[in-house]
């Protein structure tokens, strides 16, 4: 548990500015889902049985939490990193590196959390859901999906010189990710060489537990996609860790 | 009572480069110890070695009796540091600054809200309390870092360069902490560049270059042992025609730019004879730890 103080000193300075982070947070994905849910869901009519807002609802969900954990994983532990030098402060204490990126692992994972709470509220809110029991196991899921984009942001921040640099993995993973991994529409409309790309990427795993418990079905190789988010978050945990260790200790 | 600090035969590489070469340092228990030495001359590397930073290619580090960096997080408990850069928490208030730093020890927010007012007022920060940290001086953000320092009334406190870029008031505030730190018993090593600090505040100095450590002893031994006492520097128009003669009136001379240093346990002949030179400006002064350090490190500029 050595982490946690590295957590609650983070909950700390975002409690003080809590309310305009949660607007910020809930304001930007809702407004794409409800946008283009209701706006362009006029001209598309259902998909797969389903209202286009009803669709969206989960690729929303689960892309909220992917922005949430990255956001603050780059910009926000790269600012305490490299800026503020809050990281050395607390290597002068009895903690080590892998108690303050474990903390802020968890930090992000709880963040991004929020928002797939709040979303998941909206969802609920809405009735944009087929059986409550089952957008239940929508929890597990943005949990995992927080840890998977978090452990993936604190690899990137590891080789960050500057915040410029996070423009590259926005620009190079995350859009296409947003654009690719069913989001907006199902992955089966790519043609077959990019579907085979879209799946190596793990928004789409994400996606694939979230949108068949939010219209009601058991998601089929459930294991296989939570494995796969948590493979991602793991691998990128560890060689955050390696890399900041090579960039702060040596 | 231990040595609060022991490192023996100490060796870190970078590629072909050793920043630390060999340093052997023992620290007493209720010193002042001062690590001196030129920018790259491997002072702050050798105290994130003592502190279980980073590891030693070679050599054994004891701090606080426990071997580092296995011992880290058991000794670091007991330490305080300063660092040379700022790293208080700009998101919080001063108060907050010393609570956070409190939990990373480990310690029970109501323990550490009962030392606070002690802390603030030790660091002339009383009344600062509720003050955020960008709304405080250079000088105050030191002091606050120093009280920071001191959260888990550590046995041992590490400074790195404690009062660089700090103006001569803020300094002297500076000093007057750390001796009442030393007054109740604590022990201090520190890194400076700056004599005048060093020779105020030290009890045994260590001078460093290139890696190792190249002299070591209190400022006055220092001083007696590798200077002469007294020190006449000389400038003017006529200091070219006139060098070649110095040597007729003191023991040593040192050229640096446009000016001669001379040694000399007797004044008296060298004034005199300036005295007669009416195109020649002299400056007596007893020798200090900058003609030490000079005479030991050389006049090259280092960066």
Known sequence: MHFFPVWHRNYLVWRKLAIPAILGNLADPLLYMLGLG????????????????????????????????????LYSSFSRMHVQKTWDAILNTPLSLTDVLLGEWLWA????????????????????????????????VIVLTGLCFSGLGLMVNSVAPNYDFFMYYFTLIITPMVLLSGVFYPPDALPGWLAAFAAALPLTHAIELARPLALGHVPSLAWLHGGVLLAYGSAGLAAGLHLTRRRLLR | MTAPLVLTNLTKRYGATAVVDGVSLSIRAGQCHGLLGPNGAGKTTTLRLALG????DAGDIRLLGEPMPAGARRARARVGVVPQTDSLDPDFTVRENLLAYGRYFGLKPAEVEARVPDLLDFAGLAGKADATVPSLSGGMKRRLTLARALINDPDLVVLD?????????????????????????????????FMDEAERLCDVISIIDRGRI??????????????????????????????????????????????????????????????????????????????????????????
């Open chain 2, 161 to 193: 360069e404690p009062t660089t870029g700090l103006d001569p008031q803020a300094r002297h505030l500076v000093w007057q902490g750390l001796r009442r730190l030393t007054a109740r018993g604590k022990t201090l090593l520190l890194t400076t560049h």
């Open chain 1, 109 to 140: 994972a709880s963040k991004s959390l929020l928002s797939g709470l709040a979303i998941l509220a909206v969802i609920w809110a809405l009735g944009l859901y087929a059986d409550f029991a089952l957008t239940l196991w929508l929890l597990p």
């Open chain 2, 53 to 56: 930073l980073i590891a030693a």
């Open chain 1, 38 to 73: 209701y706006g362009l869901g006029q001209f598309l009519g259902d998909i797969g049985g389903v209202p286009y807002l009803n669709f969206l609802a989960a690729g929303t969900l689960a892309y909220s939490v992917m922005n949430s954990a990255t956001f603050e994983t």
């Open chain 2, 214 to 303: 190249i002299a070591e002893g209190s400022p006055r031994a220092l001083i007696a042992e590798h200077i002469e006492p007294q020190v006449v520097e000389i400038f003017g128009d006529t200091l070219a025609d006139w060098r070649d003669c110095a040597l007729d009136y003191c023991q040593r001379c040192e050229r640096a730019g446009e000016s001669l240093f001379c040694y000399t346990g007797d004044p008296r002949p060298v004034i005199a004879e300036l005295d007669r030179q009416a195109g020649l400006r002299y400056l007596h002064r007893p020798a200090n730890l900058e003609d030490v350090f000079l005479k030991l490190t050389g006049r090259d500029l280092r960066d």
